[in-house]
Antibody
Framework: QITLKASGPTLVKPTQTLTVTCTFS??????????VGWIRQPPGGALEWVAI???????RYNWSLQSRVTITQDTSKNQVVLTMTDMDPVDTATYYC??????????WGRGNLVTVSS | EIVLTQSPVTVSLSPGERATLSCRASRNINTNWLHWYQQRPGQAPRLLIYATSSRATGVPDRFSGSGSGTEFTLTIAGLEPEDFAVYYCQQYADSPPVFTFGPGTKVDV
């Protein structure tokens, strides 16, 4: 059974750094063609891809966020961590992690709602 | 960068009716790289259709996808109560690698 779960703070202050962790089970991030990505969704809004890390260690970012975002993986712990610096109220969203098989997200975890407010 | 447009924004239908949802791309997409997701209220999205027309595991056969080039369609033949949700299309482009979601279509009662 494949599961993913995003965890992290629910409230961060403007200019702070957000760190959210995806803990997964039921698959290996070293399997050919597999990746773990982060997708966010503002309240009442649409989905926006943020970043992805692949089985071979390759990492890709949404160009509009790449100056503020870092994705790392710890395959021994089955975790993927997203760091986003200089948080702003517009970054308020539910942050989802999802397994990617090639170019589609086939398993999603329950998201972590992050509110940016002073 | 490819932009996805979905129409209609909202469609109001009754159980048993047929829903036809459109996803239009700003330029041609590889059919292997166009996917559809369903998001029910308060839930995470769920992969519904991948590579334009293949149903994901466990997806009922009343869901079907079609299309090519810049025009793609998700059809729900005979709406069930659990199908009232928001549907997103998603595409992948490889130069540079990017995943893009459409703005979504809400299927309402």
């Amino acid at each position: 059974q494949i599961t993913l779960k995003a965890s992290g703070p629910t409230l961060v202050k403007p200019t702070q750094t957000l760190t959210v962790t995806c803990t997964f089970s039921g698959f290996s991030l070293t399997t050919f063609g597999v990746g773990v990505g982060w997708i966010r969704q503002p309240p009442g809004g649409a989905l926006e891809w943020v970043a992805i890390t692949h089985w071979d260690g390759d990492r890709r970012y949404n160009w509009s966020l790449q100056s503020r975002v870092t994705i790392t993986q710890d395959t021994s712990k089955n975790q993927v961590v997203l760091t986003m610096t200089d948080m702003d109220p517009v970054d308020t969203a539910t942050y989802y992690c999802a397994r990617a098989t090639w170019n589609r997200f086939d398993y999603w975890g329950r998201g972590n709602l992050v509110t940016v407010s002073s | 960068e490819i932009v996805l447009t979905q129409s209609p924004v909202t469609v109001s239908l009754s159980p048993g009716e047929r829903a036809t949802l459109s996803c239009r791309a700003s330029r041609n997409i590889n059919t292997n790289w166009l996917h559809w997701y369903q998001q029910r209220p308060g839930q995470a999205p769920r992969l519904l259709i991948y590579a334009t027309s293949s149903r994901a595991t466990g997806v009922p056969d009343r869901f079907s996808g079609s299309g090519s080039g810049t025009e793609f369609t998700l059809t729900i033949a005979g709406l069930e109560p659990e199908d009232f949700a928001v549907y997103y299309c998603q595409q992948y482009a490889d130069s540079p690698p990017v995943f893009t979601f459409g703005p979504g279509t809400k299927v309402d009662v």
